[in-house]
């Protein structure tokens, strides 16, 4: 399921990352590979900040759309 299913405080692994090959390069230069966990800090209209690798990352439900856990 993508990572925009996910409530917040839910947290659960990455399992696929799909896109183009400059976005999944893009993803995971912020730390979103495969196999790491990743938690939903808040959501703000679609938007979300997550928990990954121990940073705090703000992301568009455009790519949340593209991260699967």
Not at 19 to 26: L, N, S, V
Not at 44 to 67: F, P, T
């Amino acid at each position: 399921m993508p990572l925009t299913m996910l409530r917040q405080g839910e947290s659960s692994l990455i399992t696929h990352i799909g896109g183009k090959p400059e976005t999944k390069a893009f993803l995971e230069n912020l730390g979103f590979v495969v196999g790491s966990p990743v938690t939903v800090v808040n959501a703000l209209g679609g938007n979300l900040i997550v928990s990954v690798r121990d940073c705090r990352v703000a992301i568009s439900e455009e790519m949340a759309k593209k991260i699967f856990v």
